[in-house]
Every structure is written in structure tokens, then in C-alpha cells.
């Protein structure tokens, strides 16, 4: 396996006397889809913030390239080249996507807006992902969920990223919607990023992921290969049903031996 963009080693984190997560590790490649899923409640945004900068860890170390950092603040997780995309999107509706794409990284000459160079780039950006949308200069407000969603994909690449962040891509959109999401997920692998899906779809999940790391009350509860995994293994993991089987197997494993044990030392 290549070495990991991204390696998370014993991550904790509390609020006040709640304990949100304990000892988790994490493994980001690039060119891999990493699916993080969980119940609710389980630290999957908790984890999510912890690498945006947005809610730095109490505990443990974080790796990038190999290299110890640490991320305090989201201007520092984007200077490594960590890119988030949450699930409120953070688009102005108002604004075209063009200036959206843009916004907070306007191009100017001499102290204007060059809108031409934003609309030319954004065309280009866009069609390098191959993302189907009306003109650059429609007004976000008419797009449908799945292409804003494609949007708000489009612009965390502007800082080219190595690491993209996508909190619940696919929350609420229809099934046309969720494809074009998920065919836009596979090229943000194809084009050598590590891409970390957060997701409660697990159809959305089998489909794309490479590899899927399951929490479960703050903690590492299994980290399958998606080619090798089922919907029910999946859904055991995220419910601690495997656990339990796990411990009703060693119960009577235990008790066997003990009868075992008991009737080898009973006299003939």
C-alpha cells in the first residue's frame, strides 16, 4: 500500500465531560476514496472539523506527508492542501456560478473585476470534470441540488488540493443527481486526489468508496475494503451487532471448555 496523504494517530477530542472521540487513526491515499461512515452521534463531524481545522484535537497526532503539523485554524488545513466541502455548501444563491466559484479569490487587473478571465477559467475548470451545467453566468439560485452540489465540488479545487472533505454529498438529492455527484466523486480519484466521503447512504457508499472506515461512539470499529464487504457487515460494524455476536461466540467458546474441562475431572 503507498503511504498515506493523510494519517491521523490516536485522535481524541472532548466537550466538557462528553467524550466525542477516543483513539481514532485514520489513513487518507491518494487516489482512494475513503468512505467514513456511522451513526448519528458517532464523531464522524467531530473527526471531519478535527482535520478541517475548525475543532483541533486534544489528543493525538495528525501526519501530512509524513510530517507531523499541526492544524489549528481551516487557513491552515487549506495551506497544506485540505480542502472541505460541507454539506450547507456555503453558496451564495444571488451570485452566478462563476462568481461563485471565485468568491474570496476574485481575479482583478488593476483594481477591477476581470470577469471574463473568471468566466473563461471557470468554463475550463468545469469541463476538466466534466460537469454538465447551463452558462457560467447562470444565477446559482436556478440550479438544481446536484449541481450545486458539483459547484461547491468545482471551487475547493481552485486551491488545488491534495485532500478533498465531502460531508453527505448526496443528502437529499434525487437519484439523476446522486449519479452525477457520485461520477464526479470518481473523478476526483481519477485526477490522484484522496477523497474522505462522509455518508449515511451506504448504497452511495459501495458504490464509489475503495476503502470504508466505520466509527462507532467515538472510536475505530473496522476498516473494510469495499470490494470485500456486504451492506449486513456494514451495518453490524456501525450497530456494534458484530461485537456482540463476537462476544455471544466467545461466551460460548468459554463455556465449552468449561464443560469440557468440568467433565474430565469428574471421576469414572
Known amino acids: 500500500m503507498p503511504a498515506p496523504v493523510l494519517a491521523l494517530r490516536g485522535i481524541g477530542k472532548r466537550f466538557g465531560s462528553v467524550r466525542a472521540l477516543t483513539g481514532v487513526d485514520l489513513d487518507v491515499r491518494a487516489g482512494e476514496v475513503l468512505a467514513l461512515v456511522g451513526d448519528n452521534g458517532?464523531?464522524?463531524?467531530?473527526?471531519?472539523?478535527?482535520?478541517?481545522?475548525?475543532?483541533?484535537?486534544?489528543?493525538?497526532?495528525?501526519?501530512?506527508?509524513?510530517?507531523?503539523?499541526?492544524?489549528?485554524?481551516?487557513?491552515?488545513?487549506?495551506?497544506?492542501?485540505?480542502?472541505?466541502?460541507?454539506?450547507?455548501?456555503?453558496?451564495?444563491?444571488?451570485?452566478?456560478?462563476?462568481?461563485?466559484l471565485f468568491l474570496g479569490r476574485e481575479i482583478s487587473v488593476r483594481g477591477v473585476l476581470d470577469g471574463v478571465e473568471m468566466e473563461r477559467r471557470a468554463r475550463d475548470l468545469l469541463a476538466t470534470l466534466s460537469v454538465r451545467l447551463p452558462n457560467v453566468r447562470a444565477v446559482v439560485a436556478s440550479l438544481s441540488g446536484g449541481q450545486r452540489q458539483a459547484v461547491a465540488i468545482a471551487r475547493s479545487l481552485l486551491g488545488e488540493p491534495r485532500v478533498v472533505?465531502?460531508?453527505?454529498?448526496?443528502?437529499?438529492?434525487?437519484?439523476?443527481?446522486t449519479a452525477q455527484v457520485l461520477e464526479l466523486i470518481e473523478r476526483l480519484r481519477e485526477r490522484g486526489l484522496g477523497v474522505v466521503l462522509i455518508?449515511?447512504?451506504?448504497?452511495?457508499?459501495?458504490?464509489?468508496?475503495?476503502?470504508?472506515?466505520?466509527?462507532?461512539?467515538?472510536?475505530?470499529?473496522?476498516?473494510?475494503a469495499a470490494a470485500e464487504v456486504s451492506h449486513e457487515e456494514l451495518v453490524a460494524a456501525i450497530t456494534g451487532a458484530a461485537d456482540g455476536a463476537a462476544a455471544r461466540r466467545r461466551a460460548r467458546g468459554a463455556a465449552s471448555r468449561g464443560a469440557a474441562v468440568a467433565e474430565g475431572a469428574a471421576p469414572p
Request: proline share 4%.
Open 42 to 100: 458517532a464523531g464522524k463531524s467531530t473527526l471531519v472539523k478535527a482535520i478541517a481545522g475548525v475543532g483541533p484535537p486534544d489528543e493525538g497526532t495528525i501526519h501530512w506527508q509524513g510530517q507531523a503539523v499541526t492544524i489549528a485554524r481551516p487557513a491552515e488545513a487549506s495551506a497544506l492542501g485540505i480542502a472541505t466541502v460541507y454539506q450547507d455548501l456555503a453558496l451564495c444563491d444571488n451570485l452566478d456560478i462563476a462568481s461563485n
Open 165 to 177: 472533505l465531502l460531508d453527505e454529498p448526496t443528502a437529499a438529492l434525487g437519484v439523476e443527481q
Open 199 to 224: 455518508s449515511h447512504n451506504l448504497e452511495d457508499v459501495l458504490a464509489v468508496a475503495d476503502r470504508i472506515a466505520v466509527l462507532r461512539l467515538g472510536r475505530n470499529a473496522g476498516t473494510f
